[in-house]
C-alpha cells in the first residue's frame, strides 16, 4: 500500500521530538506502508490543493488530508523558491503566543516588498482577514471541494480531517469520507514539546481512528 500526506504543519509533525509520533507515520507503520508525507508547514487550504495534484500523479492506494484555516494565503518564498503559508503579518504579532513559530511576511518576502507580486500577496492576505466568514468560508469550501473531486476523479481512496473544529460542518457538507479529529482545538489537552502543536497522545488517537477508517471502509 502507498498512502500520502497533504496538510500543514500538523500533518507534517511540527513540534513533535520525533517524526515516529506523527500520526501518519503511525498509520503507515500499522498497515506496513509506503509513506510519501507532501505536508507543509504553515500551507494554506490552496497550497495543500497543490500538494493533492502532486499526490495523484504518484498514483498511491490512498490520499490522507489534514485541513487547515482559512485564514491563509501563499506566497514564493524568495529564499527558497518554495511556495509557503502567508499570514498577514500585524495579525501574527497581536497573536504571538499562537503564532510564535510563524515567519513574517516580511521576512519571507524579504526585500521585494515593492514588487507586483509582493503587493498581490499582501492584498490577497489582507482580504481574508477583512471580508467576511461566510465569503471567506465558501473559498475554503471551494479548495476543499477541488482537492475532492480531483482525487475522485483519479479513483483513488481519500480520508479527510479538519484540524479546526469550527470547518467540520463545512467539509461533512463536501464529502462522507472524513474522519472528526480537530487536533487544534484539542492540543491544549497535550501540546508537544514546542508548546505551539498536539503531542504524541493525540497523534496516537488520531492514528486509531484512521486505522479503524481504513480497516472499515478501503
Known amino acids: 500500500m502507498k498512502i500520502i500526506a497533504c496538510g500543514d504543519s500538523y500533518t507534517l509533525g511540527e513540534g513533535l521530538s520525533n517524526l515516529k509520533q506523527v500520526y501518519i507515520n503511525l498509520v503507515a507503520n500499522y498497515f506496513n506502508a509506503e509513506i510519501i508525507n507532501l505536508s507543509q508547514s ?10 493533492v495534484e502532486k499526490a495523484v500523479k504518484q498514483k498511491p492506494d490512498l490520499i490522507i ?10 506566497v514564493r518564498d524568495k529564499r527558497t523558491g518554495w511556495w509557503q503559508g502567508f ?10 503566543k499562537s503564532y510564535r513559530n510563524w515567519v513574517l511576511s516580511e ?3 524579504d526585500n521585494t516588498r515593492k514588487t507586483p507580486e509582493h503587493y498581490a500577496a499582501w492584498h490577497a492576505a489582507g482580504m481574508l482577514y477583512y471580508s467576511e ?3 471567506i468560508r465558501r473559498l475554503w469550501k471551494s479548495a476543499v471541494a477541488l482537492q475532492y473531486t480531483i482525487i475522485n ?17 463545512d467539509l461533512e457538507c463536501i464529502t462522507n469520507k472524513f474522519i472528526n479529529f480537530p487536533l487544534d482545538n484539542l492540543k491544549h489537552k497535550e501540546f508537544a514539546p514546542d508548546g505551539s502543536h498536539a503531542g504524541p497522545n493525540l497523534h496516537k488517537l488520531l492514528a486509531k481512528k484512521l486505522i479503524n477508517h481504513i480497516n472499515q471502509f478501503h
Do not use: P
Not at 476523479?153 to 460542518?169: A, E, M, P, R, S
Open 42 to 51: 504553515g500551507a494554506s487550504e490552496f497550497l495543500i490543493t497543490d500538494q
Open 65 to 74: 488530508i489534514g485541513h487547515t484555516s482559512e485564514y491563509r494565503w501563499q
Open 87 to 96: 499570514i498577514v503579518a500585524n495579525w501574527i504579532q497581536k497573536n504571538k
Open 107 to 109: 521576512q519571507i518576502l
Open 133 to 135: 466568514e461566510k465569503v
Open 153 to 169: 476523479n483519479h479513483n483513488i481512496n481519500q480520508i479527510h480531517f479538519c484540524c479546526f473544529d469550527h470547518l467540520q460542518n
